[in-house]
């Protein structure tokens, strides 16, 4: 259940950033061009949104299988080989990202002492600076998902290969 709950608060928060930056970015241009005057914090506001729509796009990645990856040697190796690597790279995974995690939560809070405003929004910077902490744990998270799911069933989170998808594509278009 509490999985099911996070992964569509996932889905759901990286489709408003991205709808979010898309009107703020087209409702800009449009005044703009159209009555000679826009926001002046447009831009400011689309590159945060971006910037968290990539940490939260990035676990969602490790979770669906589609995050970017050199698996080639992965793919090729058999059997405990094939294990090792899958085990190993994950565990690099949660090292990394959990590294990030504690050290981006350490940042927040010493931009939060520092009182910093964010240049048009005015927004404290240590609200923005959030989506290290938050991003890097969920992604974290998701590599820990991803390992037990490997050692209980040997099942790796995966979009299939680039061949695969390829021809899956092509059948969609009727080709």
Same mark, same amino acid.
């Given at each position: 259940?509490?999985?099911?709950?996070?992964?569509?608060?996932? *889905?759901?928060?990286?489709?408003?950033?991205?709808?979010?930056?898309?009107?703020?970015?087209?409702?800009?241009?449009?005044?703009?061009?159209?009555?000679?005057? #826009?926001?002046?914090?447009?831009? *400011?506001?689309?590159?945060?949104?971006?910037?968290?729509?990539?940490?939260? #796009?990035?676990?969602?990645?490790?979770?669906?299988?589609?995050?970017?990856?050199?698996?080639?040697?992965?793919?090729?190796?058999?059997?405990?080989?094939?294990?090792?690597?899958?085990?190993?790279?994950?565990?690099?995974?949660?090292?990394?990202? #959990?590294?990030?995690?504690?050290?981006?939560?350490?940042?927040?809070?010493?931009?939060?002492?520092?009182?910093?405003?964010?240049?048009?929004? *005015?927004?404290?910077?240590?609200?923005?600076?959030?989506?290290?902490?938050?991003?890097?744990?969920?992604?974290?998270?998701?590599?820990?998902?991803?390992?037990?799911?490997?050692?209980?069933?040997?099942?790796?989170?995966?979009?299939?290969?680039?061949?695969?998808?390829?021809?899956?594509?092509?059948?969609?278009?009727?080709?």
């Amino acid at each position: 259940m509490f999985h099911r709950m996070l992964d569509r608060l996932e *889905e759901w928060l990286i489709l408003s950033f991205m709808a979010t930056a898309t009107l703020v970015t087209f409702v800009s241009v449009a005044m703009r061009y159209l009555m000679g005057t #826009g926001f002046t914090w447009a831009t *400011e506001l689309t590159i945060y949104l971006f910037i968290w729509m990539a940490k939260f #796009g990035a676990a969602y990645g490790v979770r669906t299988g589609i995050h970017v990856g050199v698996d080639y040697v992965v793919n090729k190796a058999e059997g405990a080989k094939r294990r090792f690597l899958v085990i190993a790279g994950t565990v690099l995974g949660i090292v990394f990202t #959990g590294v990030i995690a504690f050290f981006g939560a350490r940042w927040v809070i010493f931009i939060h002492g520092t009182g910093q405003i964010s240049p048009d929004l *005015e927004w404290p910077m240590w609200i923005i600076y959030l989506a290290i902490p938050f991003g890097s744990g969920l992604m974290c998270f998701r590599f820990i998902q991803s390992l037990l799911k490997f050692l209980r069933g040997g099942e790796t989170a995966s979009a299939g290969s680039v061949a695969d998808l390829r021809e899956g594509a092509m059948k969609e278009h009727g080709k």
